[in-house]
C-alpha cells in the first residue's frame, strides 16, 4: 500500500530565504508525482507534475526533483516570499488516476 | 480557459439527509476524480470517472456514489450524512485517465453536517 509522507509538518522561514520541502512515499511503482499548493479553505493549486522518468521539473522559483529509486521528491523554492505562505502538498499516482497525497508541509514565510 | 468549476460552494445539511454536489471540469477534459478533504485523514480519493464510467473507487461506504454526464459534468451523492461527512470535497479533472495528463482542483464544496 502506498504511503507518501512529508517532512516537516511545518516550516518559518524569512523572507528571500532558499528553502526545500520534502516528499517521501513507500512505493517506486508510480507513473507520475504532483506538488501542489493550497491556500486557507481553498481548492489546490498545481504546481509542477513529474514524470516517472523524468529526474525534475522548473516553473519559475520553483524546481522539484524526483528520485523514484529512493522514494523521494524534493520541492525547492527560491528566494522566498511572503505569498508563498501555503499548504504544500505532494501526490502520486500509480498510473490509475488515483493520487495518493502526503498530510503536506505548511510554510510560513515572514516579512 | 475557464478551470473546474464546483456548485455549490458552501452547503449545511443535517443529519439523515442527501446531498448532490456538481463539478464542471475545464473545457476538453474527459476525467473527472472526487476527493474528500478533512483535518484528520486529509485528503482522500472518492472515485474517478471517464467516459460516463466509473474507472476508480476509494475506500468509502456505498452512501457514496458518483456519476458523469456526457458532457464530462459530474456529480456526486451522499445519502443518510453522518456528522463525520462534513469535509471540504474537491472535484479534479485532466485531459485523460491514468497518470500522464495533470490533474487540475476546483475550490472545493465545504459541506457541514450538523
Known amino acids: 500500500k502506498q504511503e507518501v509522507t512529508q517532512i516537516p509538518a511545518a516550516l518559518s522561514v524569512p523572507e528571500g530565504e532558499n528553502l526545500v520541502l520534502n516528499c517521501s512515499f513507500t512505493d517506486s511503482a508510480i507513473y507520475n508525482l504532483q506538488w501542489f499548493r493550497q491556500d486557507p479553505g481553498k481548492g489546490l493549486t498545481s504546481l509542477l507534475l513529474?514524470?516517472?522518468?523524468?529526474r525534475e521539473q522548473t516553473s519559475g522559483r520553483l524546481n522539484a526533483s524526483l528520485d523514484k529509486s529512493s522514494g523521494r521528491s524534493t520541492l525547492y523554492i527560491a528566494a522566498s516570499q511572503p505569498g508563498d505562505s501555503a499548504t504544500y502538498l505532494c501526490?502520486?499516482?500509480?498510473?490509475?488516476?488515483?493520487?495518493?497525497f502526503g498530510q503536506g508541509t505548511t510554510l510560513q514565510v515572514k516579512p | 480557459k475557464a478551470g473546474v468549476t464546483q456548485t455549490p460552494r458552501y452547503l449545511i445539511k443535517t443529519r439523515g439527509q442527501q446531498v448532490t454536489l456538481s463539478c464542471s471540469p475545464i473545457s476538453g477534459h474527459r476525467s473527472v476524480s472526487w476527493y474528500q478533504q478533512t483535518p484528520g485523514q486529509g485528503l482522500q480519493f472518492l472515485f474517478e470517472y471517464f467516459s460516463e464510467t466509473q474507472r476508480n473507487k476509494g475506500n468509502f461506504p456505498g452512501r457514496f456514489s458518483g456519476r458523469q454526464f456526457s458532457n464530462s459534468r459530474s456529480e456526486m451523492n451522499v445519502s443518510t450524512l453522518e456528522l463525520g461527512d462534513s469535509a471540504l470535497y474537491l472535484c479534479?479533472?485532466?485531459?485523460?485517465?491514468?497518470?500522464?495528463?495533470?490533474?487540475?482542483f476546483g475550490p472545493g464544496t465545504r459541506l457541514t453536517v450538523t
Open positions: 479534479a479533472s485532466s485531459l485523460d485517465p491514468g497518470g500522464i495528463y495533470e490533474q487540475y
Open positions: 501526490a502520486v499516482d500509480g498510473n490509475t488516476g488515483k493520487l495518493i
Open positions: 513529474i514524470q516517472s522518468s523524468q
